[in-house]
Structure formats: C-alpha cells, structure tokens
T-cell receptor
Framework: NAGVTQTPKFQVLKTGQSMTLQCAQDMNHNSMYWYRQDPGMGLRLIYYSASEGTTDKGEVPNGYNVSRLNKREFSLRLESAAPSQTSVYFC?????????????FGPGTRLTVL | KQEVTQIPAALSVPEGENLVLNCSFTDSAIYNLQWFRQDPGKGLTSLLLIQSSQREQTSGRLNASLDKSSGRSTLYIAASQPGDSATYLCALSGGSYIPTFGRGTSLIVHP
C-alpha cells in the first residue's frame, strides 16, 4: 500500500496564478484533511472531509477550495495564489467518520508563491 | 479555544538517556490526543494515540500518558538513540473535527 500520496512535491507560482494540489489514499479511509505548516505556527487545518460527498472549513479556509472527488481523492485548489500562501501543505486521512482517530499523513507539497 | 503548548521547543541529549517531552493543553474536553514524529522535510508519522478514557499507551520504547485534570500529556522515550532525532508534535481533538497541534519539540540525540 502506498498510504497517502500527494502531487506535486514542489511548486513555484506567481501571484495570481491558480493550481490544484492532489491527494489520494489507498486505505479505504472515510475522512481526509488538508493542513498547512508554517514556521512558528504549527499545523493548521484548512479543510476536511468527514465522508465522501461532504467538505467543511477548518481553521484557515480563506483563499482555498476543496473537492472530495471520491472516497480516495481529496484535492485542494488555490484560485488566485498570494505570497501568504507560501507554505508546506499536507494531506492526511483517518479511518473513521467523526473526530479524527489515527491520522496518516502524506509527504507534503512545498509551495512558494512569488 | 484550545491552546496546545510543547515545552521545551528544543532538546539535545546524549544517546542512552531516558527523556520526557511535554504537551500542555487548556481545554480538558478532549476526544483524543495523538503524538507524531516528523523528520526534516517529511510528513508526520503517528506514534501513539490516547483516547479520552485512557491514561496511557505504550509502543516499544515509547510511552504516552494523559492527565486531563492537569491538562497535560507526556511522551516518555526510553534509552534514546540517534535515530530518535526528529521533531515530536502532539495534537488534540475535541468534539469538533478540528485538531489543534502544538508547535513541537525538536529532539537531537547525539552519539
């Protein structure tokens, strides 16, 4: 099993450009999450999906949209990138529907917005 | 709002030492607490998860405890090894679906 995979690993954007970060899990998990990790700020939840077909805002959703394409895939879209969105983005999944139990993380996408 | 504090922010110890990492939280109404390890440039790896009704969990040389009344969890690492060098994070989940992470303790175990 590959676990949680993310693409791309690295990305550089110019201000105003758009892009979609892809995430997939092969563990048949119900819940999936998108986090960002910034120096001195810790991990913060952007959006989550507690089950296929549902998505909800986390702590820092502004400037982002998500799509739970199916049970396996959960994508994060930046419509108009800003320098403040420079960060490392992690996708995670957990088995149950509800408050997260053991979370499994992907390797991350390192995004720089110029 | 839940606040999670991890002290110390950084720790350097010689190989073989037993050590304790601390995680403090302000709201005792938690669902579970999870300890993670993060290697430089990598994602997070789950180490231990403690449910609200539990007091501790053990895995190999790791033992995590939870004391809701004092708002504290500790991660005990026995007989530390250079391979234990990493950043250790704790995360709490309350009744909502939004986990709150601490900022981590950066551990270096030198030979």
């Amino acid at each position: 099993n590959a676990g949680v995979t993310q693409t791309p690993k690295f990305q550089v954007l110019k201000t105003g450009q758009s892009m979609t970060l892809q995430c997939a899990q092969d563990m048949n998990h119900n819940s999936m999450y998108w986090y960002r990790q910034d120096p001195g700020m810790g991990l913060r939840l952007i959006y989550y999906s507690a089950s296929e077909g549902t998505t909800d805002k986390g702590e820092v959703p502004n400037g982002y949209n998500v799509s739970r394409l199916n049970k396996r895939e959960f994508s994060l879209r930046l419509e108009s990138a800003a320098p403040s969105q420079t960060s490392v983005y992690f996708c995670a999944s957990s088995e149950q529907t509800g408050p997260p139990d053991t979370q499994y993380f992907g390797p991350g996408t390192r995004l720089t917005v110029l | 709002k839940q606040e999670v504090t991890q002290i110390p922010a950084a720790l350097s110890v010689p190989e073989g030492e037993n050590l304790v990492l601390n995680c403090s939280f302000t709201d005792s109404a938690i669902y579970n607490l999870q300890w993670f390890r993060q290697d430089p440039g990598k994602g997070l790896t789950s180490l231990l998860l403690i449910q609200s009704s539990q007091r501790e969990q053990t895995s190999g040389r790791l033992n995590a405890s939870l004391d809701k009344s004092s708002g504290r969890s500790t991660l005990y690492i026995a007989a530390s090894q250079p391979g234990d060098s990493a950043t250790y994070l704790c995360a709490l989940s309350g009744g909502s679906y939004i986990p709150t992470f601490g900022r981590g303790t950066s551990l270096i175990v030198h030979p």
